[in-house]
């Protein structure tokens, strides 16, 4: 039998271990940013074209290679942090392997110029897929500037599985925060199409905080400082309330590099107790010193796991030290002024029958508001007769409608949280959240199918400033959210002013949906639904009522009107079910 097993070419290894180490334009920042670090530089520039799919550049200002060094950095497993097997659990560097630039130039145009302080010239580089075509004497400054032309030029179905510009940028700024919030001493720069969009010269870890956050973050901060003779931890936590429910702003590192630990996690949230709800993720940028012979980082391609040899330790600790933190900056306050609302709401609630004046004067603007629009979704969408309308839903859903129009019960309310109304076969559970966000999100298809969203003009016109990330993914999207209402201008520098809001939402709410419209596109955005579609779905989701909203009866009947008016009334815009019907039969059961 002739033998089958064969040395791969050089090349084809190389692209394969490209494809556990470089697998975005965010790979590529990572990797990089990592040798400009262990390089010793104190200012890092990135420049970027095209979300990194064109250029990727980082220019550093640290001690530079030597011209065989040079050579050398693009070969496999080519390293000067490691020189036997020990030295793998004692690293105190970012990179350590030696195939970040190696498997780099396997997929990319690769220009490379460095010089040493003790140089008067330096040396280039060129390598394009593997093969170094130029190297050569120049001038440059001392350091490195490394330059990333045409990523995955040479594995098009690599290429093909990137996402679009704005969730490749997104992915690389990322990548970029998990080492400029821990390396406040070093001062970044960073480039996207000729637009600026970090600028962070030296400083403390609050401020870099607050420079990549914005300022609001600044009074929502609460230190952590704890230290045993085992290990320390430094940072800081968020206040319960700046909690949300994307799990982003989560930033822990071990040694300074950054870790993802779903049982350290745990640790942090469990210390909040019952500070948070299930549904939201505390802030926090967390560093954790420990001896590194207790910890193995060389458990996966992209370092972001380790393993500890006392991991429970460590657990408790950080849950302590977290706990600590919590009680010394003063949340008991918090805590004490939420349980004397909750008395407070019990007490009004005795005598409920005699609603105050007050009371119903809100209730009266509610009423007011939801009958408006009631009013402009009645005239778009139910120009049809009601039993044109109900002939074009199933048979089942048929009979649900014609039961709800021929039975006038009062709807009523049960928890805050659902709506109940009766039926010629039984009754009918709404979720109000659902319903709502059912009703929205149709609306918003047809505002951006139409270009016809209704607006109310802001007295005031409101600035706004976003991160990078976030200021990207509007001012791609302000067209679509000018149809459906808004009127939002450009302002730059990472700023908008909003002139028009859709006329459902209520005026004092500008920052607060734009803020929770954001969050939930971010969480969609991977699935490639398109803007049109991804932004339907988020700010219905962002703006529809809430858990826990008591409404009046005109406002139950109104989400019953309009739901039904609905092209599927059943389903929210992710699918959970937003109507049960209960039957007399299935109820009669109950009580055999």
Known sequence: MADIIQLLPESIANQIAAGEVIQRPASVIKELLENSIDAGSTEIEIILKDS???????????????????????????????????DLFKINTMGFRGEALASIASIAHV??????????????????????????????????????KNLFFNVPARRNFLKTDATELSKILEEFKRIALIKPEIFFKVYHNGTEL???????????????????????????????????????????????????????????RFIKSNYLNHAIRLAYGDLLTKDVHPF???????????????VHPTKHEIKFQEERIVYNFLNVAIKHALGKYSLRPMIDFEAERQFEHVQSSIGRDIPSREYSKAGKQEIDKWSSLYDEIKENQISKTDDTIYRSAATEEGSLHSSLDKIKSKPFQIHNNYIVHQIKSGFVLIHQCYAHERILYEKYKNCLSEGQGSSQKLLFPITLNYTPERYTLLINMVDELNHIGYDIENFGDNSIIVHATPAELEENST????????????????????????????????????????????EMQSIIDQLFACQNPYVNSEGKKSIVTYELSEIENLFK
């Open 198 to 256: 970090y600028y962070l010269p030296t400083s403390n870890i609050r401020q870099r905080v607050v420079s990549i956050f914005g300022k609001k973050y600044n009074e929502k901060l609460l230190p952590v400082q704890e230290e045993t003779d085992a290990f320390s931890v430094q940072g800081f936590v968020g206040q319960a309330d700046s909690a949300k429910k994307s799990r982003g702003e989560q930033y822990l590192f071990v040694n300074e």
């Open 52 to 86: 990194g799919k064109s250029l990727i550049q980082v220019v550093d200002n640290g001690k530079g290679m030597s011209e065989t060094d040079a050579r050398l950095s693009f070969e496999r497993h080519a390293t000067s942090k490691i020189r036997e097997a020990a």
């Open 284 to 298: 926090y940028v967390l560093n954790l010193n420990i001896d590194p012979s207790q910890i193995d980082i060389n």
């Open 511 to 554: 920052e607060d949906t734009l803020d929770k419209f954001l969050e939930a596109y971010e969480s969609n955005i991977e699935f490639q639904l398109g803007i049109a579609e991804n932004l339907a779905r988020s700010l219905a989701k962002s703006t529809s009522i809430k858990k826990g909203k008591r409404l009046t009866e005109e």
């Open 111 to 148: 220009e490379l110029k460095t010089r040493t302080a003790d140089k008067e010239v330096g040396t280039r580089i060129v390598i394009n897929g593997s093969q170094i075509e130029t190297q050569e004497i120049c001038q440059t400054p001392k350091g490195s500037s490394i330059a990333v």
